[in-house]
């Protein structure tokens, strides 16, 4: 770990900020969030001992969430702020404590870069990646100008065995006004469409962080949206789902 003013650092000169403010000049009375859009890995973790292919997998970060997350903040001329680094390094849609918000094991592949982890090193992730995220996230809400705050992910078509068949879904648990608001715009559109609500899991303090802290504590309409990963994996996909959600978006808005 580097030193700086004797102090031990994660981050060096040749990473990233962990915040990526995309349109931060937005107008719109939306805020759009990406907890896992990046893979970037800190050069001091060498890469988590991991293969670039095993990055590249759902638990490196959110596919196609990021390009996502960008098209529908350009259709709606919205502020997004993304995170930059591998949920792998910090899950930061996680309580720091969780027991997989560093995880050494994740879809049965092992990350030797999470092993035996010391306190202090779990610190330099919470105090230089996290918590920046997140304080930029809260300074945003508490500008009050905004009206909703989304947070966009997705999630594998298959778990294990078992197939899930929404190709979108959303998670929520005080606020269920406003998922169910957007849902029933996208089936005006799609009326076939199977959409998950509370699905592929559900919202607990334990394991999640946008809702509960920012959503809720906030007292502000939100929701957490999933896509299905194999919908938006290329831009057409992105396109149509950007599309699809602005449009929802915009007639909540509007009501």
Not at 10 to 23: E, T, Y
Not at 47 to 60: F, N, Q
Not at 71 to 91: F, G, H, K, M
Request: glycine residues 6%; negative net charge; charged residues 20%.
């Amino acid at each position: 770990m580097q030193q700086q003013n004797g102090l031990q650092r994660l981050l060096g000169g040749a990473d990233p900020d962990p915040i990526d403010f995309f349109n931060p000049h937005g107008q719109a009375d939306v805020l759009l969030v990406c907890e896992h859009a990046g893979q970037y890995i800190p050069q001091r973790l060498e890469g988590l001992g991991l293969k670039k292919a095993d990055l590249d997998k759902h638990i490196g970060w959110d596919i196609g969430a990021a390009a996502l997350t960008k098209a529908l903040a350009t259709r709606l001329n919205a502020p997004a702020i993304l995170q930059r680094y591998s949920r792998l390094v910090i899950d930061c849609n996680r309580p720091p404590n969780a027991p997989d918000a560093m995880p050494e094991m994740a879809d049965n592949i092992l990350i030797p870069g999470n092993k035996n982890l010391s306190p202090i090193e779990e610190k330099l992730r919470v105090e230089e990646i996290f918590w920046p995220f997140h304080h930029e996230v809260d300074q945003a809400i508490g500008s009050k100008q905004f009206r909703l705050v989304l947070s966009i992910h997705s999630f594998n078509p298959v778990l294990g065995a078992v197939p899930r068949p929404w190709p979108l879904a959303f998670l929520f648990r005080g606020d269920a006004q406003t998922p169910e608001k957007l849902a029933a715009a996208i089936s005006k559109d799609q009326p076939n469409i199977s959409i998950g609500m509370n699905q592929p899991y559900q919202i607990d303090d334990e394991s999640d962080w946008f809702v509960p802290r920012h959503g809720e504590l906030n007292n502000i309409p939100h929701s957490l949206i999933e896509v299905r990963n194999d919908q938006i994996s290329d831009k057409i996909g992105q396109n149509f789902w950007a599309d699809q959600l602005a449009h929802a978006v915009t007639q909540l808005m509007e009501d």
